[in-house]
Every structure is written in C-alpha cells, then in structure tokens.
C-alpha cells in the first residue's frame, strides 16, 4: 500500500468516528432508558450481550479499560443487576462475569434507540444508495475483524 493511500485513508477513518459518534451514539436525556451507562459500561454490557460471558482480564483487555478501572465498572454493572460474577471451576483467581437477563433487556432497549437514529440518517436515500451502504459496512467489518483476532 502506497504512503498516500494510507494516508488518505487514515484521514476517512479519523473522521468517520467522531461523524459516527455524534450522529449515532450520541443521546439526548430524555431518549436513554432508566438505567443509565457510563460509556464503558456500555461497552463492557455490549460486549458481553454478544459474547454472553468472559473472564475478567479477557474483557479488560479487548475494551483496553485497565483492570483496576474494570473493577468498579463491573461492580456498578452488577449493583444494577445488569451482570453477574461467577467463580472459574479450573482457576479460583480468575471470575467469570456474565451478562444478565436484565442486561440483555437493556442492550436491547439501546440497540432500538441507535436503530431508531440510524433510520433517521437514512430515511432521504434510495435504495441503491441503501444498498451500496450496507455493502460498504458489510465490507469494512470483513477487514477489520481480519486485520486484527479478538482474544475473546
């Protein structure tokens, strides 16, 4: 790849986060459901939502939280009923943390919420442009999950 092209492209992605940011995940008041997330936790809750249950260290590194910051994320998580800590049979130093049916619910209630802004953004285009964007997307997630193994 030629120093431009990565170039050019290191600038695209630069601004398709914050774009995605402000348009996608960013929530007026009164829009977010009762329980309110820090934005780790919503990560952290998302993460286990699609892997079901991880150990801690495991979740610490692929959020990049440092384990002593993860700690409290988790207990608050846990107060609020959203996850649950279980004891690994094989390594009594290492926990398991598991999302909860409560939690699952509140993924489920955040992910109607993006929906719901994603259909606004996407309301004005047609259905090539529609398609062209969900083949882009479908793409860039096939070369970033192949850029870079999850250890999860």
């Known amino acids: 790849?030629?120093?431009?092209?990565?170039?050019?492209?290191?600038?695209?992605?630069?601004?398709?986060?914050?774009?995605?940011?402000?348009?996608?995940?960013?929530?007026?008041?009164?829009?977010?459901?009762?329980?309110?997330?820090?934005?780790?936790?919503?990560?952290t809750l998302a993460l286990l939502h699609e892997i079901r249950c991880a150990i801690v260290s495991d979740l610490s590194d692929e959020l990049n939280i440092s384990r002593p910051n993860m700690t409290p994320l988790l207990d608050k998580l846990a107060e609020q009923g959203l996850v649950s800590r279980l004891p690994c049979g094989v390594d009594r130093r290492q926990i398991y943390v598991q999302i909860t049916a409560k939690g699952d619910e509140l993924c489920r209630e955040y992910q109607q919420l993006?929906?719901?802004?994603?259909?606004?953004?996407?309301?004005?285009?047609?259905?090539?442009?529609?398609?062209?964007m969900i083949e882009h997307m479908k793409r860039l997630k096939s070369i970033l999950i192949k850029t870079g193994e999850s250890s999860l």
């Open 114 to 132: 993006i929906t719901s802004k994603i259909k606004e953004m996407i309301d004005h285009l047609d259905e090539e442009e529609l398609r062209e």
């Open 1 to 43: 790849m030629k120093d431009d092209d990565v170039r050019l492209f290191s600038e695209y992605f630069m601004l398709l986060i914050p774009l995605m940011q402000n348009k996608v995940f960013s929530f007026r008041k009164e829009e977010l459901p009762a329980i309110r997330l820090s934005e780790s936790a919503r990560r």
